[in-house]
């Protein structure tokens, strides 16, 4: 995946839009962490990943998914944006997103299907 189409993917989720989190570019959703790019592995923090499933990921696809020492406490994984499928990508954000959406948005999100 190239950024521009991650940059579209983000961006196509209602309430999406470009912030910080912790000084660093991210997307955000109702002023909450959505994802960013890592700009030093060109990697993307995606986030309420169970621990046994980022386990899972890692070992079924070692060179998408990974996380470092800051991520390990955390239900989080890394993918690598070259390798990460948009598909994938996509399905990540929705978890996220409709934990941290304003509820009126899923609804509505979810009503026009």
Known sequence: MKLEEMREIVLSFPGAVEGTSYGHPAFVVNKKFFTRLRRE???LV???VSFDERE???EA???TFHFTHHYKDYPAVLA???NLHPGSFRKFLDRRWR???PKK???ERDAAG
Request: hydrophobic share 50%; charged share 35%.
């Open 99 to 101: 934990k941290i959406a």
């Open 61 to 63: 696809e070692p060179e």
């Open 41 to 43: 592995d060109q990697s």
């Open 56 to 58: 899972m990921l890692i």
């Open 80 to 82: 690598r944006m070259a």
């Open 46 to 48: 995606l986030l309420d």
């Open 105 to 107: 948005l899923v609804k």
